[in-house]
Nanobody, 118 residues
Framework: VQLQASGGGLVQAGGSLRLSCVAS????????MGWYRQAPGHQRELVAG???????NYADSVKGRFTISRDNAKNTVYLQMNSLKPEDTGVYYC?????????????WGQGTLVTVSS
């Protein structure tokens, strides 16, 4: 499985970006997909996730500003980020998770850098 993330860049505070993650295979095979971010000096954290059934969850810090969605026909997951803040700066990683009987399998994209200037 290969995940190709794109859409990062430099944006001013208050601006918007849309991240895309294209999977090499059909994403409906995965139990869930999500976006994580890692800021300098911090651990990687979950930003938003979406299950195969369409259930979404968000980090408290992005609720109301970010929206995760998926297009199964395009094997793509999106993260729409609005009202960006400097603290949203970090490398954003796409994740695909498959839950099998005895294990959880995680697949990661290469990351895309988001920089929000104040």
């Amino acid at each position: 499985v290969q995940l190709q993330a794109s859409g990062g860049g430099l944006v001013q505070a208050g601006g918007s970006l849309r991240l895309s993650c294209v999977a090499s295979g059909r994403i409906h095979r995965f139990s869930s997909m999500g976006w994580y971010r890692q800021a300098p000096g911090h651990q990687r954290e979950l930003v938003a996730g979406i299950t195969n059934g369409g259930y979404t969850n968000y980090a408290d810090s992005v609720k109301g500003r970010f929206t995760i969605s998926r297009d199964n026909a395009k094997n793509t997951v999106y993260l729409q980020m609005n009202s960006l803040k400097p603290e949203d700066t970090g490398v954003y990683y796409c994740n695909a998770r498959k839950v099998v009987v005895s294990a959880i399998l995680d697949y990661w994209g290469q990351g895309t850098l988001v920089t929000v200037s104040s």
